[in-house]
């Protein structure tokens, strides 16, 4: 009697000892450094030559000070840039999802065609962006087959470009990502109840109207989640244009996304400005965040209210 | 309890190891930092951005007994151990790490404190003007040790107070480099004083450019190739207190630069990228280049090479086919200085290092001879220049060094400031776009202005000239 009493007690205590290293390891690298750039952000501090400047608090002029210098130009840039790999992904992405979880098509060698599209993504992006740099200079690999080809008559330069520069991010980052999406949705799909697919087919329908009436209906909760990860990730689209631009968003400023803008200020220290640019920042992506948590949530609570609904009337059938 | 027992005992004893270790790890490290304070250290520490300077250092300092494999130490014979920290210049990034080391020099274990650095003209002010550089007087260089240096790498590196912060080995004056079968082709003779009385002022070399381009060449390579002969010819630093100040000159720039690339006499590269250093190869097809003394000997030559590991001769790509002349402008063009950090434990060797590689006239002729480096020794330099049996033959024969002693002289260096690196890349970034089309003047100004701001927070105004 005695013996089991004890363990009751011990276990609830053992959960906590274990769950503690996470909650350590956040306050002191997560935690803190946030509640500090929020801090800082309302302070004039940086370096000057060898010499640090402030802290000197200086109210909300970082924030004002932000949005006069383009800020909404940049996160414009960002999200044009977004859109651009993101449309070609969704799209490539659904398709492949729905051809090769069809089990009418019978495609061979499926796991190999899965593993080379996840592929690009294991690349860094950082050295994906310098081939893509190699390969797309004046007079790189690129230039000079279209050149000998007869295609064009001379080198297109496509870093000196505005939609060239913003056209090859976007392609990067569709190459980089299509795969992954590729498979998040092919488990949505392997999700289905078979069963569907099956009454789908008895009633006679076209795989067309099976993908648009049935597969897509079903897969929307797991769309929404890859289209808030992906614009979070977009949010903080880095790599690919720092390296390709050499840090400077050219031509321009047309490629000169928000994270960068926010790395300009962090090079030379501007803890002030930084701060500022971080939590604005850390404000729509925990709108996006909330977003998700809604929707997601939203859909379960429906389906629950349905379900009583139903039962409801039976429940009065009875009673009556 | 047994089991109680032996999970109690193995997490004592890897504990006990753990503490060990790191106990043994810090003793360790304090002990040597405490004996090294005492005396010179052991360890000498230079931070620099590419390999000039170490080469420099281990082939013609007295003291160098072995060089490492992979070239990241240099022994000396005494046992002392050279380390070299090397971080690329572009976009600031060597002066954000050496200020990120040198702001930690306080903490950090004698060992691993920065010793020397060297700075660029660039930016040397930066440094001079703070107390993170020692004086070399102090450090045991007399007057009479630097009396053969040129004045104007002395006055450079000589903060408000009047003390001397760093010595360089070099003198960098500016040279146009020319491709004689080019200019035969163009101008119908490829001699230096010819080519120079045709290129003598812009107007003149305006007109060869236009004569080149009928011929099918490039007078030159990209958008900031003269950058540097309009740029060290303005008549105010940069910055003025919190405000840029946009030189006229470098106005003239832009509007050069803007009709040679609309016309099609620069093939619009931009300094360091692989289309220009292939202008400056066997394929290319420009006329010439604004150089300094180190991208004479050091880049051009590389760059005009067809096989790079082949031998430095006539027919190994266009070796031989450059001369030199004076060009439009007399300018300079980088520079490199040894400074001794403050708080280094290695103050002998620091000076030892800076008496032999920046004042010993033998070594500073011998560099010269080897290397074809314009060294900073007046009298090496004017000996070599009236030698009748001196000539390049990377440059046909011709004695270069002359008409680098005749460009040195011409040098000033009062309007170098601490600003210069962020705003020389930020104007040549942002007049890119310009030369390019994809913006109008007003909006080069305006992205300009931005970058500078966002470089140097403190700047809060940039004024254009009329």
């Given amino acids: 009697m005695r013996k089991v009493k004890g363990k009751e007690v011990s276990y609830a205590k053992y959960g906590y000892l274990f769950i503690a290293p996470f909650f350590i390891a956040f306050l002191i690298f997560q935690f803190i450094p946030l509640i500090q750039t929020i801090y800082y952000s309302f302070f004039e501090y940086y370096r000057s030559g060898l010499k640090i400047i402030g802290p000197n608090p200086v109210g909300l002029a970082n924030y004002s000070a932000l949005f006069e210098a383009d800020f909404g130009r940049y996160a414009g840039n960002t999200i044009i840039m977004w859109i651009i790999g993101f449309v070609p992904q969704i799209i490539i992405s659904l398709l492949l999802a729905a051809w090769f979880t069809d089990i009418r098509l019978k495609i061979k060698g499926k796991q190999f065609f899965k593993v080379v599209i996840y592929m690009p993504n ?21 230039n000079t087959t279209l050149v000998s080809m007869g295609i064009l008559s001379k080198p297109f330069r496509f870093l000196s470009s505005v939609w060239g520069t913003r ?26 109840n078979p069963s569907l697919f099956e009454a789908a087919e008895l009633d006679g329908c076209s795989p067309r109207q099976t993908f648009f009436r049935v597969t897509l209906p079903m897969i929307r909760p797991i769309l929404v989640y890859v289209l808030i990860t992906s614009m979070i990730g977009g949010l903080q689209m880095f790599d690919v244009p720092q390296i390709l631009t050499n840090g400077k968003g050219t031509p321009d400023r047309t490629s000169m996304t928000l994270i960068m803008y926010l790395n300009n200020h962090l090079f030379s220290k501007n803890y002030g400005m930084a701060g500022a640019v971080s939590v604005i920042l850390f404000i729509i992506a925990a709108i996006l965040c909330l977003a998700v948590y809604f929707t997601l949530n939203a859909d379960d609570d429906s389906k629950r209210v349905r379900k009583r609904d139903r039962f409801k009337p039976r429940k009065e059938a009875v009673n009556g | 309890m047994k089991k109680g027992f032996k999970a109690f005992l193995s997490i004592a004893l890897a504990a006990a190891m753990i503490f060990g270790m790191t106990a043994c790890g810090g003793g360790g490290s304090s002990e040597g930092g405490e004996e090294a304070a005492a005396e010179q250290g052991k360890v000498l520490n230079i931070w620099c951005w590419n390999d000039e300077f170490q080469s420099r250092f281990n082939d013609y300092y007295p003291g160098v007994a072995e060089v490492a494999e992979d070239k990241s130490t240099t022994t000396l014979e005494d046992g002392t151990v050279v380390k070299w920290t090397i971080n690329p210049n572009e976009g600031m990034n060597y002066q954000d790490k050496l200020d990120a080391a040198l702001l930690a020099q306080e903490s950090a274990a004698a060992d691993e404190k920065v010793d020397i650095f060297l700075v660029e003209a660039d930016y040397a002010l930066k440094y001079v003007d703070s107390d993170y550089t020692l ?24 903060d408000s107070n009047g003390a001397q912060k760093g010595t360089t080995w070099q003198a960098t004056p500016g040279l146009f480099a020319y491709r004689r079968s080019i200019a035969k082709d163009v101008l119908g003779t490829d001699d230096p004083d010819a080519v120079q009385e045709a290129l003598a002022d812009w107007d003149k070399f305006n007109a060869v450019a236009e004569q080149a381009a009928a011929k099918g060449y490039k007078m030159l390579s990209g958008y900031d190739d003269s950058y540097r002969t309009f740029s060290n010819n303005v008549s105010a630093p940069w910055v003025d207190g919190t405000a840029v100040n946009v030189d006229a000159n470098i106005m003239k720039w832009v509007e050069q630069t803007k009709e040679f690339t609309d016309k099609g006499y620069n093939n619009k590269t ?191 105004s940039v004024n254009w000239p009329e």
């Fill in chain 2, 135 to 158: 004086d070399v007087k102090e450090l045991g260089l007399t007057d009479d040790d630097m009396a053969d240096q040129y004045q104007y790498t002395k006055d450079i590196v000589t």
């Fill in chain 2, 270 to 460: 931009s300094l360091w990228a692989p289309e220009w250093a292939a202008d400056q190869g066997p394929e290319g097809k420009v006329f010439g280049f604004f150089y300094s003394t180190w991208g004479i000997n050091f880049t051009l030559l590389g760059n005009s090479l067809a096989d790079p590991e082949g031998a430095q001769e006539v027919g190994n790509g266009i070796f031989g086919d450059y001369a030199v002349c004076y060009g439009p402008e007399p300018y300079y063009w980088g520079g490199t200085w040894i400074c001794a950090a403050a708080g280094t434990d290695n103050t002998e060797l620091v000076a030892d290092v800076m008496k032999q590689l920046t004042c010993n006239p033998e070594i500073m002729k011998k560099i010269t001879l080897d290397t074809q480096d314009y060294t900073n020794s007046v009298s090496a330099m004017t000996e070599i220049a009236e030698d009748p049996d001196f000539g390049s033959a990377f440059l046909g024969g011709q004695n270069h060094i002359a008409l680098f002693v005749e460009a040195a002289q011409k040098i000033d260096m009062s309007n170098a400031g601490p600003y210069d690196q962020g705003c020389n890349e930020g104007i040549q970034g942002a007049f890119k776009d310009y030369f390019d089309g994809n913006v109008d003047m007003d909006g080069a100004k305006a992205n300009f202005e931005k970058t500078i701001k966002e470089k140097f927070p403190e700047i809060e």
């Fill in chain 1, 122 to 142: 294991l690349i860094m992006a950082s050295a994906f962006a310098m081939l893509f740099f190699a390969l797309f200079s004046d007079n790189g690999p690129v």
């Fill in chain 1, 167 to 192: 056209g090859l991010v976007g392609l990067m980052n569709f190459l980089m990502w299509f795969g992954n999406t590729t498979i998040l949705l092919m488990a949505a799909v392997m999700g289905i």
